[in-house]
């Protein structure tokens, strides 16, 4: 069975940095894409990066150069280094596989879900 668990979050002032990590288990990320999304309460979760199994790399314009998503796949774990962090960038974050870079822009991932990992920041 497909585990995502997401950690890495927390509380920063507006400016500051976090490193989210995101350790898949049941299944050999190497082979599949994998993003990031994000969700506000109250609003439908969101695109945000995605990297492909060879290492191509896609965000969301919203980004805007402040994160880098990495993988690895020895570990089975994607990364998201967000800096620069915005209060706008408050949210709950989750990753995901999916097919290709296009299938996580377009929300076509595996329907399961972790806990995700709360990133608020402050202005």
């Known amino acids: 069975q497909v585990q995502f668990v997401e950690s890495g979050g927390g509380l920063v002032q507006s400016g500051g940095s976090l490193r989210l990590s995101c350790a898949a288990s049941?299944?050999?990320?190497?082979?599949?894409?994998m993003g990031w999304y994000r969700q506000v309460p109250g609003k439908q979760r969101e695109y945000v990066a995605a990297i492909s199994r060879d290492g191509s790399t896609n965000y969301e314009d919203f980004v805007e150069g402040r994160y880098t998503i990495s993988r690895d796949n020895e570990k089975n774990t994607v990364y998201l280094q967000m800096n620069s962090l915005k209060a706008e960038d408050t949210a709950v974050y989750y990753c995901?596989?999916?097919?290709?870079?296009?299938?996580?822009?377009?929300?076509?991932?595996?329907?399961?879900w972790g806990q995700g990992t709360l990133v608020t920041v402050s202005s």
């Open positions: 049941g299944t050999n990320s190497s082979i599949w894409a």
């Open positions: 995901n596989r999916g097919l290709t870079i296009a299938s996580m822009i377009h929300g076509n991932v595996l329907n399961r």
